[in-house]
């Protein structure tokens, strides 16, 4: 019972660290985001916007980083959990712009106004 505590305890501890809370804000941060991406696009019939899509790409190598660190940790589900959600987020904001189905607006007009795949 003790030692179950004290491992608790650490945990918890590990979670309020550089490490954990840098792996906490960008897997929040990545899941808010695509909350909004789906948002906008059901809420909204044109695939352009006012800036692009890329410039979010730091935010899934960041929690790509932390995944990195949580696994040198002993929170190995957590880390792999970061390492996927980064990944993919990254492979989908790329896939957002290249599929027209969320592009910049200079880039839409460039582009030649597609319409939306969907």
Not at 20 to 32: D, H, M
Not at 42 to 49: K, Q
């Amino acid at each position: 019972m003790n030692k179950a505590l004290s491992m608790q305890a650490r945990l918890s501890m590990r979670l309020f660290s550089w490490k954990g809370l840098l792996g906490l804000g960008s897997g929040l941060a990545l899941i808010l985001f695509w909350s909004l991406v789906v948002l906008r696009i059901v809420s909204h019939p044109e695939n352009h916007i006012g800036v692009s899509v890329l410039w979010i790409l730091p935010l899934p190598l960041m929690a790509v980083l932390a995944g990195g660190l949580w696994l040198s940790t002993q929170l190995r589900r957590a880390g792999w959990a970061l390492l996927v959600l980064g990944l993919l987020s990254s492979m989908g904001v790329v896939l957002l712009d290249q599929l027209d189905i969320l592009v910049e607006y200079e880039s839409w007009l460039e582009r030649g106004m597609p319409d939306r795949p969907f």
